[in-house]
């Protein structure tokens, strides 16, 4: 309940949190464990409201477009925003640029994988396969986070792929995976986690620089980043510059982590995002909340909001130099 | 393999059953009554608001709880798709199309006990259907793809020309209408934004509960203030009405071959991950009008039009935990609800789940057949108060209804635009009446559009990339001359029937 020392000093009892995707998924169970710890903390009730749409933007826009007096937060899936930035989609709000970043809660990690069942069970074995034919990748859309991703890493291994459109989302991207229609997927780890220790799914490659974790399913997995990384060693191979493939690929290591951010509007009052942030980062570092979401198996890489912000405004401008790769594959899916 | 599914059954039964355990698939059916009740809330929206309330409750009562919540919801949106034409939910919206005709004709009693029992036993075969398929679940979901789900899709298309009533031209009409309308919104393949006008409301495409409240419940209430009908049932009193319980329980029995076609059409449907009990519903539907001997009096309360939708709608709640417990796929939105809540315990659907948790999952699924049975019950012993709304004189009840299926409009995901959408296709619906352009093929089109168009993408591209061969999927195969037998029966009807007059009228001049 309100206390003098909360940052909406009692003029709001009640803050809108904004999710953009439907109640139940990944997104919405962050918000749901956050909500207790935050909600004592700055004094006011939390009202989660799901708004799922557009990949997120619909939320984001709303947010974006909200009075930027902490009546309303809500909680960004930065790697989609600027997918759909990346993508041409010129409705969607700059996650670098039109909101105040108050925290990151998780970075996000991919994997490629294929079925367990499938004759690919290496990238050797896929780099020698693309050799003969095309590798089809299972994707949802052409302006998601895993088509950007799969479009700019394919590219860094010199992998000719076809990409396999139209999922509605990465469970049903992940069930043609399974049943052979697609080579290949990419997903978060974290969300693929179950159907990879059910042994339904096999990880091949790890978008990141160091082990995601000190999981047994990835024991065998590349690593794409790093001056031993995947990237770089194809570069060599292909008689491409290996330091800057380096670079890319550690491009897209940040990119998908810019992660889960918690946002408010833009060109909030200095004192009350930061006020708002310190609470956020409080909660966030609570044992209990801690916790609680290992509990359910959520992991965390917190942030403050200066360090996300620095991060994603980084990473935009950095991806900019793949828009012309990701505009030709996108125009080969329209087709 | 079977010993331990038993054991597992009988451990989750026990537990079901025990007290206190028993208070929480009560409540949770009460509670999802009535959300279900009221046009635009559902047992979607209640599940939502539950996911917060339960955080910290144990992984038991809430297997005890959402299990009733996804039973719970759906009978009692047939009641008022039944009494006021208001589809409480969206699957119901089939049932408004020979339900609200009885509730018309002063048979609403025989209408809510068909619904009951239709629906109890409905349900029944899609739990049976889920046990059943415990062992082999997993196989079974794998083995339908995008060819499957596309021939679906245009197996359920084809069903359209059965359902047209009158002009055929008007009715294929409406049906693009409604295909039209399922393309606005993003590209499910490109993430194209297209017929949006640069509208954002319109980006995620219109959704589909608004434009139901719309062309059902609004159009209806325009009709019924237009004409001036006096009552719904056109009676003044209750002694009246010439419905009964037990002839609309009776009908199930006297249907049955109608009633397991159905029930199979909602359990398979139902395994589909995001298809939902609406294209069950009304494929159902169409499959009861297609297969009829006689089918003139669909469409003005025949009791067949009925059975058919709501068996199938209650046959896919147990069939939608097929793809959600096998690998977290949700086979409706209540489901994707239902694992939200799983996930914020810690429980993880798949193997794991299935394997070292089974007497849990059983917990859910005897909560869900025995919440399904109590909306039958309540539903029935209710009845005699339900059906006194339909004498009602409809001066008094009109701005009630049209009040709540605008409320049900904005509650649905609380945008004024939905008011909006349910207002326009309220005038439409009223004018699609008037003017005898059949609705259902609309509808239909409406909610298969969507399933039709990415699975058609896929499917091309699968082909194109030597992916599949069609021939040795013996389920598309099964599908492809399903759809054939569709297409071609009312033409071998039509055959028939000319020559059964013919003979008659040979017969006659002899």
């Given at each position: ?6 940052c909406l000093q009692g003029r709001i009892r009640r803050v809108q949190w904004l999710v953009p995707f439907p109640p139940g998924g990944a997104v919405d169970i962050y918000s749901r464990l956050l909500e207790p710890y935050f909600s004592e903390r700055i004094g ?235 609470k956020l980062h409080e909660s966030l570092t609570d044992p209990a909340f801690q916790a609680a979401a290992a509990k359910v198996n959520r992991s965390l890489d917190i942030a403050r909001g200066a360090e996300a912000q620095a991060g994603i405004q980084g990473v ?20 | ?423 326009l296709f309220g005038l439409i619906g009223y004018f699609m009446k008037k003017f005898d352009w059949s609705r259902v093929p609309f509808v239909m089109a409406l909610v298969l559009g969507p399933l039709f168009e990415s699975n058609l993408h896929i499917t091309r ?50």
């Amino acid at each position: 309940m309100a206390s003098s020392s909360s940052c909406l000093q009692g003029r709001i009892r009640r803050v809108q949190w904004l999710v953009p995707f439907p109640p139940g998924g990944a997104v919405d169970i962050y918000s749901r464990l956050l909500e207790p710890y935050f909600s004592e903390r700055i004094g006011a009730d939390i009202v989660v409201e799901n708004m799922p749409g557009a990949g997120g933007s619909i939320a984001a826009t709303k947010l974006r477009d909200s009075a930027p007096d902490g009546s309303t937060l809500g909680i960004l899936n930065a790697p989609g925003l600027m997918a759909a930035a990346l993508t041409g989609e010129t409705n969607t709000p700059n996650s670098a640029t039109d909101f105040t970043i108050l925290g990151r809660i998780v970075q996000q990690q991919l994997v490629w994988v294929t079925a367990s069942n499938s004759p690919l069970r290496t990238m050797d074995d896929v780099l020698s396969e693309a050799k003969k034919r095309s590798i089809v990748f299972a994707v949802s859309d052409a302006g998601s986070t895993n088509f950007v991703n799969t479009v700019i890493v394919s590219q860094l291994l010199g992998l000719d792929i076809k990409c396999l459109a139209g999922f509605l989302g990465s469970r049903e991207t992940s069930m043609a995976v399974m049943r052979g229609e697609a080579d290949l997927g990419s997903f978060t780890f974290e969300s693929a986690l179950d159907r990879i220790e059910s042994q339904d799914l096999r990880v091949l490659l790890q978008v990141t620089e160091k082990r995601i974790a000190a999981h047994p399913s990835l024991d065998n997995a590349a690593l794409l980043g790093g001056d031993k990384g995947l990237a770089a060693q194809r570069a060599n191979e292909l008689g491409r510059d290996a330091r800057q493939a380096q670079a890319d690929a550690l491009t897209m290591v940040r990119f998908n982590a810019a992660g889960l951010l918690i946002a408010a509007p833009p060109k909030m009052n200095e004192e009350l995002s930061r006020c708002l942030d310190e609470k956020l980062h409080e909660s966030l570092t609570d044992p209990a909340f801690q916790a609680a979401a290992a509990k359910v198996n959520r992991s965390l890489d917190i942030a403050r909001g200066a360090e996300a912000q620095a991060g994603i405004q980084g990473v935009a401008a950095e991806m900019e130099k793949f828009i012309p790769m990701i505009r030709e594959a996108i125009n080969k899916i329209r087709k | 393999m079977v010993e331990p599914i038993l054991q597992a059954a009988w451990d989750g039964l026990r537990l079901v059953f025990s007290f206190p355990n028993i208070l929480y698939p009560i409540i949770g059916t009460l509670l999802a009554m009535v959300f279900a009740f009221i046009p635009g809330l559902s047992g979607f929206t209640l599940m939502a608001l539950a996911i917060s309330f339960t955080l910290h409750w144990e992984p038991l009562p809430i297997m005890l709880l959402f299990g009733a919540f996804v039973g719970g919801a759906t009978f009692m949106g047939s009641i008022t798709a039944i009494l006021f034409n208001i589809p409480g939910t969206t699957p119901s919206a089939a049932t408004t199309l020979d339900g609200y005709p009885l509730a018309q004709q002063g048979e609403a009693k025989t209408a809510i006990g068909c619904s009951a029992m239709s629906s109890a036993l409905g349900s029944s075969f899609g739990v049976l259907v889920l046990i059943l398929l415990i062992p082999v679940m997993r196989q079974a979901i794998l083995s339908f793809g995008s060819p499957e789900f596309l021939m679906l899709s245009i197996w359920g298309l084809a069903t359209i020309a059965a359902v047209i009533r009158g002009s055929l031209i008007k009715g294929l009409a409406a049906a693009g209408l409604g295909f039209l309308l399922s393309f606005v919104g993003f590209d499910p393949r490109t993430a194209e934004v297209r017929y949006t006008f640069g509208n954002d409301f319109l980006r995620e495409g219109i959704s589909v509960v608004p434009i139901l409240l719309g062309v059902f419940a609004i159009a209806e209430m325009i009709t019924l203030s237009v004409t001036g009908t006096r009552t719904i049932s056109g009676s003044a009193k209750v002694e009246q009405l010439t419905g009964s319980l037990w002839r609309g329980v009776q009908a199930v029995f006297s249907n049955f071959g109608l009633f397991i076609r159905s029930s199979i059409i909602g359990t398979v449907i139902g395994m589909i991950p995001a298809v939902g009990g609406t294209v069950a519903s009304f494929v159902a539907y169409g499959q009861a009008v297609q297969t009829a001997k006689n089918r003139d009096k669909f469409g003005r309360g025949d009791i067949r039009g009925v059975i058919a939708p709501e068996a199938a709608h209650d046959a896919k709640d147990g069939a939608s935990l097929v793809p959600t417990l096998a690998f977290g796929i949700p086979g409706s939105e209540g489901t994707a609800l239902l694992l939200g809540a799983l996930s914020l315990h810690g429980l993880v659907p798949g193997k794991e789940l299935m394997n070292n948790q089974l007497s849990l999952v059983f917990v859910l699924i005897w909560s869900l057949f025995l919440s399904n049975w109590l909306t039958s019950i309540i539903g029935v012993a209710l009845v005699n108060q339900l059906t006194r709304l339909t004498v009602v004189r409809t001066q008094l009840l009109t701005p009630i209804i049209f009040a709540l299926a605008v409320l049900g409009a904005y509650a649905y995901k609380g945008r004024i635009e939905d008011v909006a959408v349910a207002a326009l296709f309220g005038l439409i619906g009223y004018f699609m009446k008037k003017f005898d352009w059949s609705r259902v093929p609309f509808v239909m089109a409406l909610v298969l559009g969507p399933l039709f168009e990415s699975n058609l993408h896929i499917t091309r591209n699968l082909h194109q990339l030597g992916r599949i061969n069609f021939w040795t999927r013996p389920l598309t195969v099964a599908l492809m001359i399903l759809t054939a037998v569709t297409l071609l029966l009312p033409y071998v009807q039509g055959i028939r029937e000319k020559r059964r007059q013919r003979q008659a009228s040979e017969e006659d001049s002899s």
